[in-house]
């Protein structure tokens, strides 16, 4: 299986790495086997998870798919409808939507697939500015960062701006103060980020699963490489 010139690019790299992961799932799979209790032995001896897991995967698979691809469309048309408020309020707490969307998705396929460094990836994930202004700007001002065994606290955070035209966003957090936000380097900040996770996850799991003796072994490293170079 081979890529005309610039197909990878089209798609883009995410997209490259949830087509490995289709792969990885059909390995679980063999088509001369019928029986359910056949198909969930031989999908647990591939792959080490169960039937309901491997839809989980597929999920999770679809979740990044479809927030990647509404990041994509913020930064390739970062100045769509700056000039009316409601619009650019929407965009953009679509676009924070869209990044917590995307971090749900990997850190899925983290839990399923290596759940004993879960935690790790999470925090990485989770220290991403645009992640915590998603949780700032979405929570309730008493439960943000909220440690229950302590006092009851408040934080407030003021949007200063709907109307700029240089792409960025500006706010004032009782904890941090004046901050500014370009929301195309940020998105281009997270992707990178995320799909770096993203790669580490799919790189191991094909390496398992995907053996040089597949027919996919080539196409599978072809976009492995690709979303490197990308990310990197």
């Not at 999908?43 to 798919?65: C, D, H, P, Y």
């Not at 940020?186 to 699963?209: F, H, P, R, W």
Request: hydrophobic letters at 40%; glycine letters at 6%.
């Amino acid at each position: 299986m081979e890529h005309q010139e610039g197909d990878l690019e089209l798609i883009g790299p995410f997209h490259a790495l949830t087509g490995v992961w289709l792969i990885i799932i059909q390995h679980g799979f063999d088509a001369k086997i019928s029986d359910p209790d056949e198909v969930a032995k031989f999908l647990k001896a591939k792959l080490g998870r169960s039937l309901s897991e491997v839809k989980w995967t597929r999920s999770s698979i679809n979740v990044i798919e479809d927030a990647s691809d509404a990041l994509r469309e913020y930064r390739s048309f970062p100045d769509e409808s700056s000039s009316r408020v409601g619009a650019a309020y929407l965009r953009f707490f679509g676009a924070l939507g869209s990044v917590y969307q995307l971090a749900a998705g990997i850190k899925s396929l983290w839990s399923l697939y290596r759940a004993n460094e879960y935690s790790a990836i999470a925090d990485r994930i989770e220290s991403h500015r645009l992640y915590d202004l998603r949780n700032r700007l979405g929570a309730h001002m008493v439960n943000y960062k909220r440690d229950k065994s302590g006092p009851q606290h408040f934080h407030v955070i003021t949007q200063m701006d709907m109307f700029r035209r240089d792409g960025k966003r500006s706010f004032v957090a009782s904890d941090l103060g004046y901050q500014e936000f370009d929301m195309v380097h940020e998105i281009v900040d997270c992707e990178k980020l995320y799909g770096l996770v993203l790669l580490e996850l799919t790189a191991l799991m094909s390496a398992k699963v995907i053996t040089r003796r597949s027919d996919h072994f080539e196409w599978s490293q072809e976009r492995i490489e690709f979303a490197r170079r990308t990310f990197s």
